[in-house]
């Protein structure tokens, strides 16, 4: 699949549909190149973002890091449920391997990105706000 059909495809699935934590943000979609065969790694993420070497980065599940937040929330043409399961839906059908990746600074960029048939990875990014107390206790858990 084209990067243009990825874009297309991931764009309409997102269409509306917003993270929800402190604030609601879109999904924007991202594309990343990476050497044929080589998966991405949290330095790759971070050099996309445009952030410093070494900036710590965290790895989440697409469902455990959907459960942080208090969900999605989407305009009047779909519910919570709908969009949410269209987006998971879509992101299993296109794409291997999905994860999260969190890097934070003033606030959080959050990458949900996946490996595409052809190698390359794709998702989208966002903005989101993690309570980083409630992050710890899970993870002590």
């Given at each position: 699949?084209?990067?243009?059909q ?11 549909i917003?993270?929800r ?22 330095e790759?993420?971070?050099e ?8 710590a980065?965290?790895?989440?599940d ?25 987006l ?7 794409l ?18 996946g ?14 706000v ?11 858990s």
């Amino acid at each position: 699949m084209s990067k243009e059909q990825l874009q297309k495809e991931l764009t309409q699935a997102a269409d509306g549909i917003l993270l929800r934590s402190e604030i609601e943000a879109p999904l924007e979609f991202v594309y990343l190149e990476t050497e044929q065969g080589r998966p991405l790694t949290t330095e790759d993420v971070v050099e996309h973002a445009g952030k410093p070497s070494g900036m710590a980065v965290r790895t989440y599940d697409l469902e455990g890091f959907m459960q942080l937040l208090q969900g999605v929330t989407s305009d009047a043409r779909k519910g919570p449920d709908s969009a949410t399961q269209q987006l998971f839906g879509t992101l299993q059908r296109l794409l291997q391997d999905v994860k999260v990746y969190t890097i934070t600074q003033i606030g959080t960029e959050a990458y949900i990105l996946g490996r595409a048939e052809d190698g390359t990875y794709a998702g989208y990014k966002s903005m989101v706000v993690l309570d980083e107390a409630s992050i710890d206790e899970q993870d002590e858990s």
